[in-house]
């Protein structure tokens, strides 16, 4: 492929002149070639939506997300997939990130690790992936070889297979039931997708896990009634939680916490329902982990 037909790779018409300008200037072309990045994934909506559905559906069986992709993309995968679990309390397994070249190409640039199409087969292979899970392809260029070879494997297999990359008829998005493909358009530097790609597919894997964890019932409103509140910033946040669903003081919050140990969600159920803490927990597992559900459920009692 020629590199240069690829939009992320072609000049910016709007930065050509930006090694002169002055210090302001510079940040202001950025910041306009940014504003850019919200309105091209607003147009790919409704296959993000179809991934977070056909996802969160796998999850429900037991499946896991797992992002894949070499350099940028690689990290925005596993920084996305880091964040679950101290924001949702979901285990260290349930979202992954695989970057090509492995943990160290998290820290230090292994360029040629992405050509390795085998590799992404084989990074799959070790986690027993299976049909329940779902596999992200992350390529600013669409066209990574490992990310290829990975979606590929995926679909050997049975697994759920999407795509994210920056540039139209991608080559991974060959491989994927759902191609996502966000037209994020020259970069400030060229070839930089860092930047604006980079951006798109930071927040394209927000919506994503944010999506994945709402229907895996891990949000009451827009609260995240799972963290863990394992030091004092989240504990504070955990009573403020507490408090917000309950319409309950400081004092009263942190009582139903001690009494549901330190589980949110089933003080929010004790809290809201009036109802004893071995109900609460009866309810939450009967109800799938869902705090609406149990709370309608317990209203009825």
């Given at each position: 492929?020629?590199?240069?037909?690829?939009?992320?790779?072609?000049?910016?018409?709007?930065?050509?002149?930006?090694?002169?300008?002055?210090?302001?200037?510079?940040?202001?072309?950025?910041n306009a070639?940014?504003?850019?990045?919200?309105?091209?994934?607003?147009?790919?909506?409704?296959?993000?939506?179809?991934?977070?559905?056909?996802?969160?559906?796998?999850?429900?069986?037991?499946?896991?997300l797992?992002?894949?992709?070499?350099?940028?993309?690689?990290?925005?995968?596993?920084?996305?997939?880091?964040?679950?679990?101290?924001?949702?309390g979901?285990?260290n397994?349930?979202?992954?990130?695989l970057?090509?070249?492995?943990?160290?190409?998290?820290f230090?640039?292994?360029?040629g690790?992405?050509?390795?199409?085998?590799?992404g087969?084989?990074d799959?292979?070790?986690?027993?992936?299976?049909?329940?899970?779902?596999?992200?392809g992350?390529?600013?260029?669409?066209?990574?070889?490992y990310?290829?070879?990975?979606?590929s494997?995926?679909?050997?297999?049975?697994?759920?297979?999407?795509?994210?990359?920056?540039?139209?008829n991608?080559?991974?998005?060959?491989?994927?039931?759902?191609?996502?493909?966000?037209i994020?358009?020259?970069?400030?530097?060229?070839?930089?997708?860092?930047?604006?790609?980079?951006?798109?597919?930071?927040?394209?894997?927000?919506?994503?896990?944010?999506?994945?964890?709402?229907?895996?019932?891990?949000v009451?409103?827009?609260?995240?009634?799972?963290?863990?509140?394992?030091?004092?910033?989240?504990?504070?946040?955990?009573?403020?939680?507490?408090?917000?669903?309950?319409?309950?003081?400081?004092?009263?919050?942190?009582?139903?916490?001690?009494?549901?140990?330190?589980?949110?969600?089933?003080?929010?159920?004790?809290?809201?329902g009036?109802?004893?803490?071995?109900?609460?927990?009866?309810?939450?597992?009967?109800?799938?982990?869902?705090?609406?559900?149990?709370?309608?459920?317990?209203?009825?009692?």
């Open positions: 492929m020629d590199l240069e037909r690829i939009e992320t790779e072609q000049r910016n018409i709007h930065t050509m002149d930006i090694d002169r300008v002055s210090t302001l200037e510079i940040v202001e072309k950025i070639e940014d504003h850019k990045v919200a309105d091209a994934i607003a147009l790919q909506l409704d296959k993000i939506a179809e991934v977070i559905d056909e996802c969160s559906a796998r999850m429900k069986k037991g499946g896991r797992i992002y894949m992709g070499a350099g940028t993309s690689g990290r925005i995968g596993i920084l996305d997939a880091s964040e679950c679990p101290p924001t949702y979901v285990s397994d349930l979202v992954v990130g970057i090509a070249g492995g943990y160290q190409a998290m230090r640039s292994q360029e690790a992405e050509d390795n199409e085998n590799q087969k084989d799959l292979k070790a986690l027993d992936l299976n049909e329940n899970d779902t596999v992200v992350l390529a600013a260029s669409g066209r990574t070889p990310v290829a070879g990975g979606l494997y995926a679909n050997e297999v049975g697994a759920y297979s999407a795509s994210v990359a920056c540039v139209t991608a080559v991974i998005s060959q491989y994927a039931s759902t191609p996502i493909e966000v994020t358009g020259p970069e400030v530097i060229t070839g930089s997708t860092r930047m604006k790609a980079g951006s798109a597919e930071k927040m394209i894997c927000n919506m994503i896990s944010t999506g994945c964890m709402i229907r895996y019932g891990k009451y409103e827009n609260l995240m009634v799972d963290v863990q509140p394992t030091n004092e910033k989240l504990e504070q946040r955990a009573i403020g939680i507490v408090e917000k669903c309950v319409h309950c003081n400081h004092q009263q919050a942190k009582r139903l916490l001690e009494e549901s140990h330190n589980d949110v969600k089933i003080a929010v159920i004790m809290g809201v009036k109802i004893s803490y071995d109900d609460a927990k009866n309810l939450l597992s009967h109800n799938g982990g869902n705090v609406h559900e149990a709370i309608n459920e317990a209203n009825k009692l």
